[in-house]
């Protein structure tokens, strides 16, 4: 398996743009996690799916992020529109829903907004 | 609410000293789960190690050892014969059976190993 892969790597843009992280999960992995890094305020996460469900949304800074999950296989995270203070490294990881698996992480996106 | 403390914010050691790398977590699940990653400066997060609530063995893989101790909700990471390639961000992260599943971070200890 390929494991966990987000696209892209690396994205600059300028302020009030729109930026669209990608994620694949690994295959029969059915929950998913978004996580932002940053210096000040470390991983925190953003949302959570099961099953394709948001679960837990209440780490969504505000209404300009918004997340989904079409299908098992695939889910974005948008930020509409963008401020430089969302610039960081954004995480896709996914775990089965067994009681003690870990998760997975990609490699992250890291996003600049200037 | 869970919630994971690493109080260490950066060691610095010389190769082959032992280093612990110490977590202390909070939740009021008595079903949860402890996990150890490593952050190269490459910034990957890799898992190292999962323990359940109910297995207080400790557990040693090579130079890597735990210390799970319940009863001062403590989950310590212990390097023994520090080599350089072991310079990393090490997050411990708990997540809770019943309450919120998705994985709570610590802050990070930043370990660097000098030659």
């Known amino acids: 398996d390929a494991g966990v892969i987000q696209s892209p790597r690396h994205e600059v843009t300028e302020m009030g743009q729109e930026v669209t992280l990608r994620c694949k999960p690994i295959?029969?992995?059915?929950?998913l996690f978004w996580y932002r890094q940053t210096m000040m305020r470390g991983l925190e996460l953003l949302i959570y799916f099961n099953n394709n469900v948001p679960i837990d949304d209440s780490g969504m800074p505000e209404d300009r992020f918004s997340a989904k999950m079409p299908n098992a296989s695939f889910s974005t995270l948008k930020i509409q529109p963008s401020e430089p203070r969302d610039s960081a490294v954004y995480f896709c990881?996914?775990?089965?829903?067994?009681?003690?698996?870990?998760?997975?992480f990609g490699q992250g996106t890291r996003l600049t907004v200037v | 609410a869970q919630k994971v403390t690493q109080a260490q914010t950066e060691i610095s050691v010389v190769e082959k000293e032992d280093v612990t790398l110490d977590c202390v977590y909070e939740?009021?699940?008595?079903?949860?789960?402890l996990f150890w990653y490593k952050q190269p400066p490459s910034g990957e997060l890799v898992f190292l190690i999962r323990?359940?609530?109910?297995?207080?063995q400790n557990e040693i893989s090579g130079r890597y050892s735990w210390n799970f101790q319940k009863s001062t909700s403590s989950f310590n990471f212990t390097i023994t014969a520090s080599q350089v390639v072991d310079s990393a961000v090490y997050f411990c992260?708990?997540?809770?059976?019943?309450?919120?599943?998705?994985?709570?971070f610590g802050s990070g200890t930043r370990l660097q190993v000098q030659p």
């Open positions: 990881a996914s775990r089965t829903t067994g009681i003690f698996s870990e998760a997975f």
């Open positions: 992260a708990l997540s809770e059976a019943t309450g919120r599943r998705a994985l709570t």
């Open positions: 939740t009021r699940d008595t079903t949860y789960y």
């Open positions: 295959s029969g992995h059915n929950s």
């Open positions: 323990r359940n609530s109910f297995d207080e």
